[in-house]
T-cell receptor, first 114, second 113 residues
């Protein structure tokens, strides 16, 4: 299977701890997106990369959040000093950069902050 | 800012009924429009898309037409099946903003045999 993969699939942590999620996009895709989805809502855009460059960050992405894509392949999303309000599903998607290409989504990482 | 509004769910239909899920949007210029679907226990997947006014996207018996004059992209299917039970998300991608998606809140569809 060469789809988008995300690890871990589930994460339970205590408030104040740091967590890191990983996303492996489809190999030939140079764009990578992070979204956050809370229960009963649609996904909300957080940030995106073209190759290794982070080109846009939503105002939803507070300074406790940081994302990287060091070699233009996989990406990590780190949340420092987690809060209960960070509990959500974190989705990763990838696409090529040609026009309005389809984004392919991973299964997501479900975070629960206790 | 840009936004998407969908009709609230859940929507419950009998098999073979006609489906409409309303979607309207607010955006500058001519965004691309999408419907994504999330089946139980699965990730989001693209159902159909339209990139310019009056385009019709279609897939698996579902259709939606990009209506600039009413800023709408309503999803329709003539005869739903139990296997269509899922959450449906309308989304737009603003022009020249890197392809990011702005989603509606989702509409849950339940089809009964």
């Amino acid at each position: 299977d060469t789809g988008v993969s995300q690890n871990p699939r589930h994460k339970i942590t205590k408030r104040g701890q740091n967590v890191t999620f990983r996303c492996d996009p489809i190999s030939e895709h140079n764009r990578l997106y992070w979204y956050r989805q809370t229960l009963g809502q649609g996904p909300e855009f957080l940030t995106y990369f073209q190759n290794e460059a982070q080109l846009e960050k939503s105002r939803l992405l507070s300074d406790r959040f940081s994302a990287e894509r060091p070699k233009g392949s996989f990406s990590t999303l780190e949340i420092q000093r987690t809060e209960q309000g960070d509990s959500a599903m974190y989705l990763c998607a990838s696409s090529s950069s040609a026009g309005q290409e389809t984004q392919y989504f991973g299964p997501g990482t479900r975070l629960l902050v206790l | 800012g840009d936004s998407v509004t969908q009709m609230e769910g859940p929507v419950t239909l009998s098999e073979e009924a006609f489906l409409t899920i309303n979607c309207t949007y607010t955006a500058t210029g001519y965004p691309s429009l999408f419907w994504y679907v999330q089946y139980p226990g699965e990730g989001l997947q693209l159902l159909l898309k339209a990139t310019k006014a009056d385009d019709k996207g279609s897939n698996k018996g579902f259709e939606a037409t990009y209506r600039k004059e009413t800023t709408s992209f309503h999803l329709e299917k003539g005869s739903v099946q139990v296997s269509d039970s899922a959450v449906y998300f309308c989304a737009l991608s603003p022009l020249n903003q890197g392809g990011k998606l702005i989603f509606g809140q989702g509409t849950e569809l339940s089809v009964k045999p």
